[in-house]
């Protein structure tokens, strides 16, 4: 891997156990809803995290598998 391009691993390991905390509910919802957040237009869900790390937040899409931690878009 290129010097500059490796990520810590001790910042994807949160991210992997915040995108299971969050059920995904695609399945559950209409094809407007798919369509909505494949334009990036998602329900953000703010989820505070604190006791599991201090001081952070994460927000979830309630129609679809993504989750946004420290403004960075995952899944």
């Known amino acids: ?15 992997a156990s915040l995108v299971r905390l969050w059920p995904n509910r695609e399945h559950e919802s209409n094809w407007m809803k798919n369509l909505l957040c494949r334009f990036g237009m998602h329900r953000w869900q703010d989820l505070d995290i604190g006791r599991l790390v201090p001081g952070e937040k994460a927000s979830f899409c309630r129609w679809c598998p993504k989750v946004r931690f420290r403004g960075v878009l995952y899944g």
Not at 1 to 15: C, F, L, N, S
Request: proline share 20%.
């Open 1 to 15: 891997m290129p010097e500059g391009k490796a990520e810590p691993r001790a910042a994807t390991v949160p991210i």
